[in-house]
């Protein structure tokens, strides 16, 4: 599997933008690139995918850069509800991955009041 | 909206005792895929299913097996339990195995092993 590397840890202020960044140099042609995260003692929930194109949706947004070896996770505005623990995993659309997530070490983000 | 339902939500063992995860999938996903949790770790990829066969197989000791039935739910059983198998389980559901669409977790079991 295709490995990602994050920072260990962020901190943010609320009602500020995070932008917290993802590394993925060995990125196959099709690999989608997947951002989970996990609240205490929850269930990890989908935050945002895509491809090739920047994608946003009402929770965030990504950026991918042009060679799709980085993206970025964009928060526009964090809240205390956003502190949690994000992961970038990459899950293929051919092999034999079968859509199986992959979770590596995440970012803690850490939201101030 | 309808989400992933895991029962029991916490379930207590003592050693070499069984015990049985359920899952049970959102609405016509016909795919499930299972994950454990150990305290202060990241989620790791146990086994998944697509139309009721095992699609993918990761980490899961001998001692686990699980099924998908016809109504698409799913039980992780696990036998012969050890201390080690402490952790919360978690299971993901999804239409199609094909890595592009979102993966709905449920809220998982917490597993106690004494």
């Known amino acids: 599997d295709a490995k990602t590397t994050q920072p260990n840890s962020m901190e943010s202020n609320e009602e500020e933008p995070v932008h917290l960044p993802c590394n993925h140099s060995?990125?196959?042609?099709?690999?989608?690139i997947h951002w989970y995260r996990q609240l205490p003692s929850q269930g990890p929930e989908y935050v945002i995918h895509g491809l090739t194109s920047n994608v946003n949706n009402r929770m965030a947004s990504l950026a991918i850069a042009e060679d799709r070896k980085s993206s970025t996770l964009i928060l526009h505005r964090a809240t205390l509800r956003d502190a949690a623990v994000y992961y970038c995993i990459l899950s293929g659309a051919g092999g034999t991955s079968y859509g199986k997530l992959t979770f590596g070490q995440g970012t803690i983000l850490t939201v101030h009041p | 909206a309808a989400g992933v339902i895991q029962s029991p939500r916490h379930l207590i063992k003592e050693k070499r005792e069984t015990a049985t995860l359920k899952c049970y999938p959102i609405p016509r996903h016909d795919t499930v895929y299972w994950y454990q949790q150990g305290p202060g770790q990241d989620p790791q990829f146990l086994i998944s299913f697509y139309e009721k066969m095992q699609s993918d197989k990761g980490s899961i000791p001998d001692r686990f097996s699980a099924q998908q039935f016809s109504d698409y739910h799913s039980e992780l059983n696990m036998s012969s339990l050890e201390l080690g198998d402490s952790a919360l389980y978690f299971c993901a559901s999804t239409l199609g195995p094909t890595g592009t669409d979102t993966q709905y977790f449920g809220p998982g079991t917490r597993l106690t092993v004494l």
């Open positions: 060995t990125i196959s042609g099709t690999d989608y």
